[in-house]
């Protein structure tokens, strides 16, 4: 495909970061195609946002890599002005300039110094620099429905030429930054580009200042608000759908739990009581069979008792027995001689009376320890058998015991944590969620208080961009030529859509595919302004950098957003090479070019290696 030259371009050939006691970090790049790829972690979307900060951007964010180091430079060739280089803080602020490319080179006499600050037609600030170096200088665009304009920045455009890996995937336009304060200004940037021509023949509509200012306070103020919670949004990686799917899935989740939870927890109460009806019946039993070992001492105890009477009484008897039949004598109890002894008669020495009662109360004795043996007999017995119950019992405690602490017991505790995650995952949800309800607010109430910028009513007194319907169907099929030529699938008829500021692909806006998808075609526009404007000889600086624009190929969100086993890699930068030998395209990527295209591209590998290769944007330090 032949393209017209432009009329005025810019290239990058390096930057660079310097400071007093680091080694510098220099990195060029080559005037077509140059590739920056490897390793995760080493500075490869870092030098994106370093291009973009070195070409006038606010602020540049603070990475470990960059302690030590205190300025940046960046060398850039124009056809217009020649090859300069530029140095600014890292903190930001204006800038010196160097006629030539210094590069790291520290003893070399400043040019100059140029501000940071944009002003309206003048080329003392890097914006009217880099403006008057691709003829946009004095350029203006509408920035209100009522008219009023201010001067073109680089700014401007510069979104529109170095894509990062945030803007890369957005859903949004890739024209657009989806805030509300710069749409009218955005739009009326994309009709500069594609059509040449600025907004300064647009006389303002007669409003009140004074309700302007503040109708615009009111609208930064809400957009702030809004941008706000939508770093928050980006910031937490998360989407809507997505956090309302994983809600009724984490509803379900916790429903199944609860339900098993109680299940577990009725199974674990009823074993527990089981267990606790076995424990009340063992300790019964131990105290049977200890009041059995108590009654048995004391019956031991008695028996002895039994045994020692029984002595006594038979000793009596016999000596009573012995007495009676002895010769008769002087009474052993009272002294009597025989003569005199009342032996017909009782006394207290009737020891035959003794005899008699020592022998009954042996009877009785011997009657009573007989009954103690049965006794003791039985208690035994009992014994026996509440030692053989308590050896059940125990195998019963046992089991269930075992039961309840090996599988019970671990399940329940298991069903718990995961019912606690699952209402904790809940609970972070929806706090996503309520991001999102308090976006809905603030946009709900911007709308109310404002509407929509473009918004035209009947009387009204506002003016609305409007973009030539020829120019956005050659816009489109520009796109839709490069997406053929990189064998995008599903590919088909690509239109403008006004309303969203974005293309539709083959009837499916391209901001509702995944994210992969939403890279590539990012990626298409991106080229295809620059194609457009080159075809026509428009003002574009020549030059794009886009980062990771290939995620579907080692990122894809699923496998409607896999290019993976597509031959467009292949393609893609097959036509980079082909179609952009006039222009320069830098692509961070995290995979490397296919081989085949060895020595047709300049590439940087960064290999995280200090061993081996290049290994980052910054050299590594040397450990102490």
Request: glycine share 6%.
């Amino acid at each position: 495909m032949a393209v017209n030259q432009m009329n005025e371009m810019i290239q990058i050939k390096n930057i660079s970061f310097l400071g007093a006691k680091v080694t510098p970090a220099l990195i060029g790049f080559d005037q077509s195609l140059s590739v920056v790829c490897g390793a995760s972690d080493t500075g490869k979307s870092f030098l994106v946002e370093a291009i973009d900060f070195l070409l006038g951007g606010k602020e540049l964010r603070r990475i470990p890599e960059l302690d030590g180091y205190d300025k940046a430079r960046i060398s850039i060739e124009s056809s217009e002005k020649g090859l300069w280089t530029f140095e600014r803080s890292i903190e930001g602020g204006n800038y010196r300039i160097y006629q030539g490319n210094i590069e790291a080179a520290t003893d070399v006499k400043e040019s100059g110094t140029i501000k940071m600050k944009h002003a309206a037609g003048r080329e003392d600030n890097i914006s009217g620099w880099l403006l008057g170096a691709i003829d946009l200088l004095s350029k203006y665009v509408r920035k209100n429905a009522s008219g009023d304009c201010r001067s073109l920045s680089f700014r401007d455009i510069a979104r529109l030429i170095i894509v990062n890996e945030q803007e890369i995937i957005r859903t949004d336009s890739p024209f657009l930054t989806g805030q509300y304060v710069p749409k009218t200004a955005e739009k009326s940037t994309l009709k500069l580009m594609l059509t040449g021509a600025d907004d300064s023949a647009i006389v303002p509509a007669d409003t009140s200042q004074q309700s302007e200012a503040n109708d615009q306070a009111k609208a930064e103020l809400l957009e702030q608000w809004i941008a706000d919670v939508e770093d928050e949004v980006t910031e937490y990686g998360f989407g809507r759908k997505d956090l309302e799917e994983q809600l009724e899935k984490l509803e379900q989740s916790i429903s199944s739990s609860r339900e098993q939870l109680q299940l577990a927890q009725s199974q674990l109460y009823e074993m527990t009581t089981q267990r606790r009806e076995i424990v009340k019946n063992r300790e019964a039993i131990k105290d049977r069979k200890d009041d059995i070992a108590d009654m048995l001492e004391r019956f031991n105890l008695l028996k002895v008792q039994y045994v020692t009477d029984l002595q006594r009484l038979m000793a009596i008897e016999e000596s009573g027995s012995l007495f009676v039949h002895h010769e008769r004598a002087h009474c052993p109890l009272c002294g009597a001689s025989p003569e005199v002894q009342h032996s017909t008669e009782e006394c207290d020495g009737d020891v035959e009376s003794i005899v008699i009662a020592a022998a009954a109360e042996m009877e009785k004795i011997k009657k009573l320890a007989s009954d103690l043996d049965s006794t003791i007999t039985a208690l035994h017995d009992e014994s026996a058998r509440l030692s053989d119950d308590l050896i059940e019992i125990e195998k019963q405690f046992s089991g269930v015991d075992s039961e309840i602490k090996s599988a019970i017991a671990p399940e329940l505790s298991d069903m718990q944590s995961n019912y606690s995650e699952f209402v904790d995952t809940r609970s972070r949800v929806i706090s996503h969620l309520s991001v999102f309800t308090r976006l809905d607010k603030l946009l709900a109430q911007r709308d109310e208080l404002f509407g929509d910028a473009e918004e035209v009513e009947a009387g009204d007194k506002k003016i609305a961009t409007k973009l030539s319907t020829q120019v956005l169907h050659d816009f489109s099929k520009t796109v839709e030529r490069i997406l053929e030529a990189w064998d995008f699938p599903d590919t088909g008829s690509v239109h403008f859509d006004e309303a969203t500021m974005d293309f539709v692909i083959n009837g499916k806006l391209r901001g509702n595919r995944g994210k992969g998808l939403r890279a590539i075609t990012h990626a298409a526009a991106t080229l295809g302004l620059l194609e457009f404007c080159k075809e026509r000889s428009l003002p574009h600086p020549g030059f794009v950098v886009l980062d990771s624009p290939l995620l579907a190929y080692y990122k894809p969100e699923g496998e409607g957003d896999s290019l993976q086993g597509t031959s467009l890699k292949q393609k893609f930068y097959k036509y980079l090479i082909e179609e952009h030998s006039d222009s320069q395209v830098i692509v961070v990527e995290n995979e490397h070019p296919p081989g085949s295209f060895e020595g047709q591209l300049g590439m940087t590998v960064f290999t995280k290696n200090p061993q081996h290769g290049r290994f980052g944007l910054f050299p590594p330090r040397e450990t102490q």
